[in-house]
């Protein structure tokens, strides 16, 4: 973003006499020259006290915000483009205020916008800007604000307040208790003939934007840095919010949205949210609610929150976000939370309002180009030289391709569900680890659970037909092309796999959805997966070296009839409570296994079948396991072939020869 930002501590400030220069075309001439106190400081450079009469700033002056300042009812302020105002680094006692009544007219532009900051725009140095109105609230007629004690709330619901264009603030959102803060801008019953368009609030530390009732709309919104809320609102304001941009890179900031109370249903159109610091997006109080259409959401770990368990009716997402109850935190992996959701939607991640359409902003953000997260519509190839991070979902869209050569690492944050890497149908992923520098993805402690994992959407056939949904990140996946190709996964080493979404969904360290023939599989480990080693959702595609090693569910799991072939599979369970080595489910596509090699420390089931599941089995080595072969839902033997003949569940299996990984050196590979 291009640097517009003054540095206010550099500016030499003048507090004479104003020199006044031509205003641009749309504002109104200049007054000065007033006989009271407030328009003698005016003149001098400074705002402090209520302000009664028509005023216009001038663009030549740094004016210094030293108190309150309060724009009463009949007076008007004019604040022209390129306008700079520094407030006093003095917490509540230092804000601007238009009352009911009164009229505020800022008239920024792109090329000069208006500044409002502290000397330092740290969070909580000043209160901010505050408008009231008087439009519908469902406070009522004259309503006492929670900041400042002012009046607000009337029953003209178009009632203007002025224009705010083009303001960048900074530095807001100073603490009055524990209940009451300043925010960046905050709206108390404004109505719709208040035109606001172009608005940034940098570091504040309360909300960027509140609206208390009345029926303002407001477009083209930047939010940085917010440490309670960026958009928050209440007492049924009704208006809309159209291009939004909200980023969040400082631990601890409350949510993107927070709605209280009754539900005014208000809109939002066009809205991205990117956090580099998990956290929560959405947050509905009470009854609260919005439709929202547009929206673009990555890195927080919880997408929507229904904090005090109000129906998701109460929001209308018009893209088709399916809620999805999470698991709690401090919970067995049975329990879920009914009021905190993940999103199923596999375009959430694609950016629906531009950073560069807020070019006139000032912001010293930035993001690593270590940072992995959201959308890959590109072909975009990774550098081994640099360490990077996972931070949130990272998704390959269709006709986007990701590169990823040898000896690259990945850490992913320990984020669960939040944190994977997916290509959907008509994307591919090119994996391209050796032998002696394979491609590590993990957790920085391994741990089982802490990211999601690698999961493909292909367009071959699966029972569950064409254009399905996937369990995990609603996802689409199956078609007719048997031979898709989604690209090439060679030498992976991945750790710490298998987020817990629900009581019914995982993800797995791979996740092969209807994935085709032409895609390449090789040399693939899995290590501590909090669910499945891989698995296969339908599809033909074929895998050579797997090895899989304490995945808690199944190592190799396969359902919806997938008909491909894994050579070569080393399977090691050393930790109690895993589910079985294999897991067949449902249809039966005759899946081939060539080598296979399970050996358990802690007994558990090696091979389990379920419904009418099957697979043909050559060379099999199992040791260790109580159980060899389950028939889980008494499915016909006949159905798996075992060295050429139908299974038993009395035989050893364990003449078999074993798969050498003497050679797999690379297979325990770390960060």
Known sequence: MKNLFV?????SMAFGAITLTSCDSDDPEPITGGTTEVMENLDAGILNGTLTEDYTLSSTTTYSLTGQFIIDDGATLNIPAGTKILADNGGTDVYIATLMGGTININGSAGNPVIMSSADGNPGDWGGLTLCGKATTTAGVDATAEVG????????DSDSSGIIRYLQISGTGAQINSESQYNGVSFYAVGSGTLVDNIAVINGDDDGVEFFGGTVEVS?????NNSDDSIDWTEGWNGSIT???ISNTVEG???????????????FNNITAVSTVGGTALQFKKTSGGTIDGLSLVGYDVDLDMKDGGATSNVI?????TPVAMVEDDASTTDVDESVYTFALNTSVVATVDLSDFDWVDTDISFESSLLQGAVTGDVTLDASIAYVLNSSYIVQDGGKLTIPAGTKITARDGGTGVYIAVLQGGQIDIQGTATNPVVISSASASPGDWGGLTICGNATTTAGVD???EVGGFIYGGTNDADNSGSVTYLVLKGTGAQINSESQYNGVSLYAVGTETTLENISVINGDDDGIEFFGGTVSVTNIYLENNSDDAVDWTEGWNGTVTNTYISNTVEGFSTAFEGDKDNGNPKFVNVTAISTVGGTALQFKKTSGATITDLYLSGYDTNIDMKDDGPLANVIIEGAAATTTDAYNTGTQVDISTWTWKNASL
């Not at 540095?7 to 500016?11: A, G, M, V």
């Not at 083209?220 to 940085?224: G, K, R």
């Not at 997402?317 to 976000?321: A, K, P, T, V």
């Open 220 to 224: 083209n919104l930047y939010l940085e």
């Open 317 to 321: 997402f018009s893209d088709g976000y």
């Open 149 to 156: 004690g002012f009046i607000y709330g009337g029953t003209d």
């Open 468 to 470: 399905a949904t996937a």
């Open 243 to 245: 291009n939004a941009y």
């Open 7 to 11: 540095k206010l501590l550099s500016i």
């Open 253 to 267: 900031f409350s949510t993107v949205f927070e709605g209280d109370k009754d539900n005014g249903n208000p809109q």
